[in-house]
């Protein structure tokens, strides 16, 4: 009997990853609201965050922007402290935008953290990183985990065409965190 | 081992097993089997179910056995598997490979340069061609470390890597220090540890500096500084740079007095761009950390490319043959701890 060739993955043998369950429950509007971001660092973030949680309050009724945070690490997905200061603070939360390799999939797996918490989450990642952001709802146990594309790139853009991008994603944004699945 | 009949059809069909699974990073590995793997388990003397590194993003741990099968299938040999140890370890004590490094969009490569006495025992090459193929020990290892992040954390080119084009010789940078030609103590004996050891650090890329003709140190140092402060490698307010020196450079600059302390000092102090300069490359503002348009305020002010006091963290090494005045300036992470990880084996625990 030859030897057996030897898995180098570790993973032969665990189950395949089951669905976490299901994403936060959406109200059908944001009135009310408060409004949670979580920028990730990355150039053009902070402004692009702000921006939409300016135009929620200003357009769709949320009460305020109540907790903004930067992340410690942008590579690093948002832990359960980082999760439970916004489920006490805010109500849905807007996070991103990922726009490089580790940023982008931890935006993902930022989502899906906050959605498993209950807080309905939009999450915005450029367009350079759809496959990344797919690969890591697969591992969180979410394929089919929707966030929000804008085109590539976020980082060279001027203050002005930050803010005409937030106005631009602001249908969908509010579509995520507000839309009744149906 | 003389009656064994070597098997080349069977051979073929395991290679191309091999590659269907997607273990491979493009080369044909070696099977890995649990009477080969047991044999680096008893070089390395570690119990095979600890966990020697752990990636959060994706919540994957490499324990020490599956970090044996994977430089069973890079084509190590099992007396290599301690320098592959000490490299890991070595990685997974930098800030840049914990983070977001295996993913990034710079795609860096580990840069791991091996000291002490294991080199002439593995045949690990120092001198002529370093950075290049054609030994066993300096690929493999290398290959190893890469082997791991791709099938250990599941992190592969296109999906959770996102590299933009990456780095030529990622996963093939392994290099002993010329420690015979070089003027110096071993990097890192200078670093705090004697005999076997592996320093590490995380590669942005490397770049030649060719220089034959001049005996004069600064000269021969301004011809790096210029390289090490070109704007284009510069993203945020300061960038960190090393250099491999070649055993003609070293000695020049040691014969002139220069330890590796007074070549980072000297380095640090003239290496940069002025604002005008930079300003040209639309990267003259580092208000917030990042480099962008600024108003070119002060165009002759010098900018520098380290960070105050950052010249400690300078990798000064010795590699290469002695044939002619060629080193490489390498470029890395800039949190670089310096820290080297002493070779273990199971004899000597």
Same mark, same amino acid.
């Given at each position: ?182 | ?46 119990? /095979? ?17 599956? /970090?044996?099968?994977?430089?069973? @299938? ?69 290959? /190893? ?94 960038? @960190? ?26 380095? /640090? ?58 080193? @490489? ?21």
């Amino acid at each position: 009997m030859p030897n057996a060739i030897l898995d180098p993955t570790g993973r032969a043998s665990a189950a395949p990853t089951s669905s976490r369950g299901p994403l936060a429950a959406r109200r059908g509007d944001l009135a009310g609201l408060r409004v949670g971001l979580l920028d990730n660092t990355k150039h053009n973030a902070m402004l692009f965050l702000q921006e939409v949680g300016t135009l929620l309050v200003a357009r769709h009724g949320a009460a305020s922007v109540s907790i903004v945070e930067t992340k410690a690490s942008f590579s690093i997905p948002v832990d359960e402290d980082i999760v439970s200061r916004y489920k006490e603070a805010c109500d849905v939360v807007v996070t991103g935008v990922g726009d490089c390799g580790s940023c982008s999939a931890a935006a993902v797996a930022d989502g899906i953290n906050f959605e498993h918490a209950g807080l309905p989450a939009a999450v915005v990642i450029t367009d350079a990183f759809l496959t990344t952001g797919s690969m890591m709802a697969e591992v969180q146990g979410q394929p089919d985990y929707e966030w929000i594309t804008t085109e590539h790139p976020m980082a060279s853009l001027t203050p002005e065409e930050v803010r005409d991008r937030a106005e631009r994603l602001l249908p969908q944004i509010v579509d995520s965190l507000a839309r009744v699945a149906s | 081992m003389s009656t064994v009949q070597l098997d080349a059809d069977t051979t073929q069909l395991t290679v191309e097993h091999l590659y269907a699974q997607g273990w491979s990073d493009g080369l044909p590995l070696v099977p890995a089997t649990q009477p080969l793997v047991d044999r680096f388990l008893g070089v390395a003397g570690r119990a /095979a179910d600890e966990i020697i590194g752990h990636m959060p993003q994706v919540d994957r741990s490499v324990t020490v056995e599956l /970090a044996a099968i994977n430089a069973a @299938m890079a084509g190590c040999r099992p007396e290599y598997f301690p320098v592959v140890l000490a490299a890991w370890e070595a990685l997974m004590n930098e800030r840049a490979a914990k983070g977001g490094g295996w993913q990034s969009t710079s795609g860096p490569s580990p840069l791991i340069i091996v000291n002490g006495p294991i080199r002439e025992e593995l045949g690990l090459n120092s001198t002529g061609g370093v950075f290049g193929p054609g030994f066993r020990a300096n690929a493999t290892i290398a290959r /190893a470390i890469g082997l791991i992040v791709r099938n250990v954390f599941g992190v592969h080119p296109h999906e959770l890597e996102q590299a933009t084009q990456g780095l030529p010789g990622r996963w093939a940078i392994c290099i002993g220090e010329n420690e015979e030609d070089s003027p110096w103590e071993p990097l890192a004996a200078e670093r705090g540890v004697v005999g076997n050891a592996v320093t590490t650090t995380l590669l942005r890329t490397c770049e030649y500096v060719d220089n034959r003709h001049t005996t004069d140190a600064e000269q021969l140092l301004s011809d790096f500084a210029d390289t090490i402060g070109r704007s284009g490698s510069w993203i945020f307010r300061h960038a @960190m740079a090393g250099i491999v020196f070649c055993p003609e450079h070293a000695q020049l600059l040691a014969a002139a007095g220069f330890s590796r302390k007074d070549v980072a000092a000297w380095i /640090a102090e003239r290496s940069g761009r002025t604002t005008d300069q930079l300003a040209r490359a639309g990267k003259d503002s580092a208000a917030e950390g990042v480099r962008v348009p600024g108003d070119n305020a002060v165009p002759r002010s010098f900018q520098h490319t380290f960070a105050p006091g950052a010249d400690a963290q300078m990798l000064v090494a010795v590699a290469g043959s002695r044939t002619a005045g060629i080193s @490489m300036v390498v470029r890395y992470f800039a949190d670089w701890s310096g820290i080297p990880v002493a070779i273990t084996t199971g004899a000597t625990q």
